[in-house]
């Protein structure tokens, strides 16, 4: 089955459809897949910065700095318990902050990953 994609092989897909339909899938099962996922993705920010270089030259808020943190491997479990407390507050209605985090940085990744290839092939024709 492909959910046994690592988040670097779901970015390297060319069917952006199975794509979303991976990332969903890891992001709605069980919270062990959810979390893993998470990791995943905060060590793909380790090892590109792909978010802070997205944000380079823009103003961080602290509501961005938040988002950001999440992938920060410091930060990242702090944060999570802080939205997830937040999420309970406001109640069963409210909205999955680190989820919404979570599809930003993939769809963000997602686009830069697709520039990069077009660039590269660009500069080999």
């Avoid at 092989?9 to 899938?25: R, T, V, W, Y």
């Avoid at 890891?26 to 905060?42: D, K, S, T």
């Avoid at 930060?75 to 930003?104: C, H, I, W, Y």
């Amino acid at each position: 089955m492909q959910n046994s994609l690592t988040y670097v092989q779901m970015l390297e897909l060319e069917d952006e459809a199975e794509f979303k339909k991976l990332l969903m899938q890891r992001l709605r099962l069980a919270p062990e897949e959810r979390e893993r996922l998470l990791e995943e993705m905060i060590d793909h920010e380790t090892r590109t910065k792909s978010a802070e270089k997205t944000m380079s030259g823009k103003e961080i808020t602290p509501q961005v700095r938040l988002v950001l943190n999440v992938f920060n491997r410091e930060r990242s479990s702090e944060v999570a318990d802080f939205l997830a407390k937040f999420k309970t507050v406001l109640g069963n209605g409210g909205p999955d902050f680190v989820q919404d985090a979570m599809l930003a940085k993939a769809a963000s990744d997602r686009v830069h990953l697709g520039m990069h290839r077009e660039f590269a092939a660009f500069i080999s024709d």
